[in-house]
């Protein structure tokens, strides 16, 4: 069964940092793409970056560019999120998303997610 | 970056019946596009991707057509639980976005 549990959210100040966390199982998991999607409260989704399934490709919305990094290990079946220079409008929930495959970057199965709340 | 824009926002349906949601890209992505679902303090699921291919375990009343820049979802006889709201989102290039999404809600 493909599992991804999401991890690392919590409340920060602006300005401040968090690395959100994925640990995966159920699939190989060095031959699939995955992505971050964020979910402000009451508002639709919004696609935040991704990451090949080497690790050499990363990309980025233009609203984190520069503030986020996507990382993965496949060593131990994880992603990660580092985030800088958090801002209020980085307040939502986080997913992991596995794509369906090393080419297609729709999310077959999605984390339960990890709310990032940034307050001053 | 492409804009999808979905239409209507809201849909108001009793069950039953036919709902036709409507995914409009602001250049073509060609048959990139996928649709999901999202109900109440769930994560989305995916229904449909490249267009028209119904994604595991997707039952067969919902479909979907289109290529370039339109693209429908239709969901030929709404069974409670399709109630919810549907989001698309293409991958023809970076970076991926979503449409704003549409409501389906209970008349």
């Known amino acids: 069964e493909v599992q991804l549990l999401d991890s690392g959210g919590g409340l920060v100040h602006p300005g401040g940092s968090l690395r959100l966390s994925c640990a995966a199982s159920?699939?190989?998991?060095?031959?699939?793409?995955l992505t971050w999607v964020r979910q402000a409260p009451g508002k639709g989704l919004e696609w935040v970056s991704g990451?090949?399934?080497?690790?050499?490709?990363?990309y980025y919305a233009d609203s984190v560019k520069g503030r986020f990094t996507i990382s993965r290990d496949n060593s131990k079946n994880m992603v990660f999120l580092q985030m800088n220079s958090l801002r209020a409008d980085d307040t939502a929930v986080y997913y992991c998303?596995?794509?369906?495959?090393?080419?297609?970057?729709?999310?077959?199965?999605w984390g339960q997610g990890t709310l990032v709340t940034v307050f001053s | 970056e492409i804009v999808l824009t979905q239409s209507p926002a809201t849909l108001s349906l009793s069950p039953g019946e036919r709902a036709t949601l409507s995914c409009r890209a602001s250049q073509s992505v060609t048959s990139a596009l996928a649709w999901y679902q999202q109900k109440p303090g769930q994560a989305p699921r995916l229904l449909i991707y490249?267009?028209?291919n119904r994604a595991t375990g997707i039952p067969a009343r919902f479909s979907a057509s289109g290529s370039g820049t339109d693209f429908t979802l239709t969901i030929s006889s709404l069974e409670p639980e399709d109630f919810a709201v549907y989001y698309c989102?293409?991958?023809?290039?970076?970076?991926?976005?979503f449409g704003g999404g549409t409501k389906v809600e209970i008349k």
């Open positions: 998303v596995k794509g369906q495959n090393s080419g297609s970057w729709f999310g077959d199965y």
């Open positions: 159920g699939f190989t998991f060095r031959n699939y793409v």
């Open positions: 490249d267009a028209s």
């Open positions: 990451i090949s399934d080497s690790g050499a490709g990363t």
């Open positions: 989102q293409h991958r023809f290039n970076w970076p991926l976005t």
